[in-house]
């Protein structure tokens, strides 16, 4: 299994921005795709940003490419999500996920797909 473990979270005036910390721990070497899902109080999951682990490809939701960047340490089993130009509709519950292909990353827009492994999640709000 693994475990992941988010940090990063807080309150943030709009156009600020945050950087969002995933520790990734166990067995690491299955995950194919990270990302980073959320969830507001009145809506769904969704899909916000993923990576291929080792290879870097990213992908976003069309929502916030251009304000978010997705990256990783692969050396410390880290992920990141960097949110600048933050809006309030960007509040809600962030959740770090991993998946064991690339089903994860490549649907990455809508609701999660192919998610093995969920962290407990790290709140952001925008006001």
């Known amino acids: 299994d693994v475990q992941l473990v988010e940090s990063g979270g807080g309150l943030v005036q709009p156009g600020g921005s945050l950087k969002l910390s995933c520790a990734a721990s166990?067995?690491?070497?299955?995950?194919?795709?990270m990302a980073w899902f959320r969830q507001g109080s009145d809506k769904g999951r969704e899909g916000v940003a993923g990576?291929?682990?080792?290879?870097?490809?990213?992908y976003y939701d069309a929502s916030v490419k251009g304000r978010f960047t997705i990256s990783q340490n692969v050396s410390t089993n880290t992920l990141y999500l960097q949110m600048n130009s933050l809006k309030p509709e960007d509040t809600g519950m962030y959740f770090c996920?991993?998946?064991?292909?690339?089903?994860?990353?490549?649907?990455?827009?809508?609701?999660?797909?192919?998610?093995?492994?969920w962290g407990q999640g790290t709140q952001v709000t925008v006001s």
């Open positions: 166990g067995n690491t070497g299955g995950a194919y795709c």
């Open positions: 990576i291929v682990v080792g290879v870097g490809r990213t």
């Open positions: 996920a991993a998946g064991r292909s690339l089903r994860p990353c490549l649907m990455i827009s809508g609701s999660p797909s192919g998610v093995d492994f």
